[in-house]
């Protein structure tokens, strides 16, 4: 187990185009695009060991016992100016001993210098979704070395495998370096997950995607006011924050303290998130790429490739579906061979392992089993992804539920998790933007409680717009691949469309000019050259126009109702799925040339808008008529990629660029 070097994982945002509410509910799906915005995370030891030092730390049966008793995990925030450390416990999981990185010197935490007066560490109380990935990563670890052991899987001596790699004397020494080394993991999201409106307000700056790309990476999180709340919003009771504490404690996982930090705290007061965010899923982009990291620095993975080489389609277990196994491995040492079997265990590709871990320890976190889109759309990009069968949890989640090394090896390697995912694009030539309204976000899972709960309490209501909701998401996932396909068939009459959209308003009343040969047609476009070099318009050109305008009239229309029986079922259950003010600025946006939708994404409420609009041209003129409205425009875009690795050093540096003043150097 290489416990030496430093691994760094990053993950995207996502955007929930449709499929809000539903997708709970397989086989309902939701269409998922990831963004450009990356959550990173390094998993490193916060002691270097020399060899000397792991050719010795079996030196007698007494040392031995108390060294792999626990391990030290600090967990450092430089975007919070926070750095805290806990002890896990290697026997039963539980984490307790919550404290400050007062040792932070010993420890390197990069939010050491620069924050608060004097150069003090602000420290909070813990971050639980990084906490349950601690508990499930290594429980995983611990659990493949278990199976190995029992079933002679790489015995030296090719029976019972005690003395083998997998066996109890191996367990034993990984838990000794794990317990002498530690791990601190580094944490660390891309601008736009979080609003920097008040920095540029402060700097006298315009809200506009321009100013926002001055700001320095990773620059200081700002918290939303203590007055600041929305009315509407569902109380605290309904957030599953009061449900998660008896869910890990449940677990055998001591119960953090009652005041936690980052994503957590949102679930804890029931009307806006204690940091000002952008609705871009930070919680879970940050579950995923921790996950990635701390799951290669154990040895559970290897660095074997991209999301990409996966291709995923249909299901994780069928051959062909998540994708091509790895094949092309590096050497691993006979230590790493023991523990990453569990990725190859029941031909679970490495990203899949990445993937359960994600959505088990985000699940933990919680205290209830959620959609997991966000989760996944962390690890496999834009995707199409329908929910797994959330009793594949039940060992960990159930009345019973113990947080063990076998309970989490049993859980990882469930035949329930009956997920599916597939690539998603949007069309070419179709661009995403982001919108943060400067409101303060919204607690999302008590809403999804409050429209659950409505739908339970009243069928009759509820049923139609629920099956209404699942006819249109279908309609315009149906749109956006017919679209593709046209603009595979007819790419010169796609773009000529798509060209002249940019200037008027996409309404029913939108009529196409006459179009000259030359403008579908690039000159000598060897399709319908004539002995002369002349070209002409092929064959059924200006109809294909008008079949293309049809599909992004139809994609339009689709996606309108979507936005009506959202909103209708906002009102019914009470909740502010697309909030008045929310409402007109989608409709003044939907009168803009070269807009093809806009919407609230995931379940609604307060944290962004977004829009699909045609060219980089109409989103900076949409980025103009937001900014007169308040509303500043984010440098998002949509993108294909999930988790990938990073080069730790580069992340260094760029968090060092934060710590040497963040904001203030601009």
Same mark, same amino acid.
């Given at each position: 187990?290489?416990?030496d ?9 996502k955007?929930?185009l449709?499929g ?10 939701g ?8 959550f990173?995370?390094?998993a ?56 400050e ?14 924050k608060?007066?004097g150069g003090?560490l ?9 906490? /349950? ?5 290594v ?11 029992r ?8 029976r ?15 838990k ?5 080394a ?5 944490i ?9 409106r ?8 315009p809200?506009?995607?321009?100013s ?7 620059a ?5 006011s203590?007055s600041?709340?929305?009315?509407a ?6 957030t ?11 677990a055998?996982?001591?119960s ?7 994503d957590?705290a ?14 871009l ?7 995923a790429?921790?996950?990635?990291? %701390? ?12 999301v ?11 051959k062909?579906d ?24 029941r031909?679970l590709?490495?990203w899949?392992?990445?993937h ?21 759309a ?11 069968n ?5 060992? @960990?989640?159930?009345?019973e539920?113990?947080?063990?090394a076998?309970?989490i ?7 329930l ?5 597939s ?9 995403l ?9 919204t607690?999302t ?9 409505? /739908?339970q ?10 099956e ?17 396909h ?10 000529a469309? @798509? ?18 040969p ?5 000159q ?18 200006t109809?294909?126009?008008?079949t293309?305008?049809?599909? @992004?009239?139809? %994609?339009?229309?689709?996606? %309108?109702?979507?936005?009506?029986? %959202?909103s209708?079922m ?22 803009q ?27 900076? /003129? ?24 990073e ?6 540096r760029?968090?060092?660029?934060? /710590?040497?003043?963040g904001?203030?150097?601009m």
């Amino acid at each position: 187990m290489a416990l030496d070097t430093a691994v760094a994982a990053s993950a995207p945002g996502k955007v929930l185009l449709v499929g809000a509410y539903l997708v709970v509910e397989p086989p309902n799906p939701g269409l998922v695009l990831a963004t450009n915005a990356r959550f990173y995370a390094i998993a490193q030891p916060l002691v270097a060991e020399s060899e000397e030092q792991v050719r010795g730390t079996a030196a007698s049966e007494a040392a031995a016992e108390h060294r792999e008793s626990s391990m030290t995990v600090c967990v450092d925030s430089p975007q919070r100016g926070s750095c805290y450390c806990f002890d896990l416990s290697l026997a039963d999981l539980a984490i307790s001993n919550w404290r400050e990185g007062d040792d932070a010197s010993r420890i390197g935490c990069i939010g050491q210098e620069g924050k608060g007066d004097g150069g003090s560490l602000h420290v909070v109380s813990g971050n639980p979704y990084v906490e /349950r990935v601690v508990q499930v990563a290594v429980g995983a670890a611990l659990g493949a070395m278990d199976r190995d052991g029992r079933d002679g899987r790489d015995g030296r001596d090719g029976r019972d495998g005690r003395d083998g790699r997998g066996g109890t004397g191996e367990k034993r020494r990984v838990k000794q370096r794990l317990a002498s080394a530690g791990v601190r993991i580094t944490i660390a999201g891309d601008n736009d997950f979080y609003s920097h409106r008040h920095t540029l307000q402060r700097l006298g700056l315009p809200l506009s995607a321009s100013s926002l790309s001055r700001i320095p990476p990773f620059a200081p999180i700002v918290s939303n006011s203590p007055s600041l709340h929305h009315p509407a919003a569902p109380a605290a009771p309904d957030t599953p924050a009061a449900e998660g504490d008896s869910a890990t404690a449940g677990a055998s996982a001591t119960s953090a303290p009652e005041a936690v930090s980052g994503d957590a705290a949102e679930t804890t007061r029931g009307h806006v998130p204690e940091v000002a965010k952008t609705g871009l899923g930070s919680s879970a982009a940050m579950t995923a790429a921790v996950s990635a990291a %701390l799951l290669r620095f154990l040895g559970v993975i290897a660095e074997t490739g991209t999301v990409a080489d996966e291709s995923p389609e249909r299901g994780p277990d069928e051959k062909g579906d998540i994708g091509a196994r790895f094949s092309a491995a590096p050497a691993l040492s006979s230590q790493q061979q023991t523990v990453a079997s569990v990725s190859q265990k029941r031909g679970l590709s490495s990203w899949e392992v990445v993937h359960r871990v994600a959505q088990v320890a985000h699940c933990l976190a919680q205290g209830k089993a959620g959609s997991g889109f966000d989760v996944a759309a962390g690890v496999f990009g834009s995707i199409c992804y329908q929910r797994f069968n959330p009793a594949a949890m039940h060992s @960990l989640m159930g009345a019973e539920a113990a947080m063990t090394a076998s309970s989490i090896s049993a859980t990882l390697q469930s035949p329930l998790w009956d997920h599916t995912i597939s690539p998603l694009h949007l069309p070419p030539g179709l661009l995403l933007v982001l919108g943060e309204p400067g409101t303060g976000g919204t607690a999302t899972p008590s809403m999804l409680s409050a429209v659950m709960r409505w /739908r339970q309490q009243s069928p009759g209501e509820g049923q139609p717009i629920w099956e209404g909701l699942r006819e249109a998401n279908a309609a315009v996932g149906a749109a956006l691949s017919h679209l593709s396909h046209l603009a595979l068939a007819h790419p010169h009459a796609f773009t000529a469309t @798509l060209d002249h959209l940019q200037h008027v308003p996409l309404n029913a009343a939108t009529v196409l000019p006459p179009h000259s040969p030359a403008d579908l047609v690039p000159q000598g476009d060897s399709i319908n050259s004539n002995s002369q070099g002349a070209t002409t318009a092929p064959q059924g050109t200006t109809d294909s126009s008008r079949t293309i305008l049809q599909g @992004l009239l139809g %994609l339009q229309a689709s996606f %309108l109702s979507v936005r009506r029986l %959202l909103s209708a079922m906002g009102a019914a259950a009470a909740v502010p799925i697309e909030p008045p003010q929310q409402a007109a600025l989608l409709d003044a946006t939907m009168q803009q040339p070269g807009v093809v939708m806009a919407g609230v994404p995931g379940a609604g409420g307060y944290d962004s808008v977004f829009s699909v609009v045609v060219g980089e041209e109409v989103a900076r /003129r949409l980025d103009a008529v937001w900014g007169e409205r308040g509303v500043m425009q984010l440098g998002v875009r949509s993108a294909a990629e999930g988790m990938r690795w990073e080069e730790a050093q580069g992340v260094v540096r760029r968090l060092e660029v934060h /710590r040497r003043g963040g904001a203030n150097a601009m």
